[in-house]
């Protein structure tokens, strides 16, 4: 099994996704942060732990406090005993984002939400 983050403050959101990623039963657990701060703080704190690190994150970009953007800084600085799969989901239709993940290395791609379970899918497979 799996260990994905959700890292998205928009519960809804977050909870579709939770859905979806129980119903592919491919994940275990999934772990669901509100705030990207959090996820930072766990990932330092966990960056030798392997068994504690995610194998996929699935990012937002607009977040109060910590953004996705100031997120990806932070994630890049810590090294991490395993590297995990980054996809942006983000309601940004805006090309400057778009074009601003693909300069980003440790991202793999960039969906436009909502996501369907269909999408889900193939970006997992893929990973």
């Known amino acids: ?26 994940f275990n657990p999934i772990v669901e ?4 701060t959090k996820a930072i703080d766990h990932l ?3 960056k030798d732990n ?7 994150i699935l990012l937002d970009l607009n ?6 953007w100031q997120f990806l800084e932070a994630f890049e600085k810590i090294s991490l ?5 980054v996809y ?3 309601s940004s239709v ?13 991202i793999d791609d960039y969906f436009v939400k909502p996501i369907s379970m269909k999408m889900l899918e193939k970006l997992i497979l893929s990973s």
């Open 94 to 106: 805006m090309r400057e984002d778009q074009d601003r993940a693909k300069g980003i290395a440790c």
């Open 81 to 85: 005993s395993k590297r995990p799969s």
């Open 63 to 68: 977040m109060p406090k910590m953004n996705g």
């Open 88 to 90: 942006i989901l983000s």
């Open 33 to 36: 942060f509100t705030d990207a």
């Open 50 to 56: 392997e068994g504690l690190l995610p194998d996929i």
């Open 44 to 46: 330092t704190k966990h």
């Open 1 to 26: 099994m799996k260990r994905v983050f959700i890292i998205d403050d928009d519960p809804m959101h977050a909870f579709i996704l939770n859905k979806y990623l129980c119903r592919m039963n491919v």
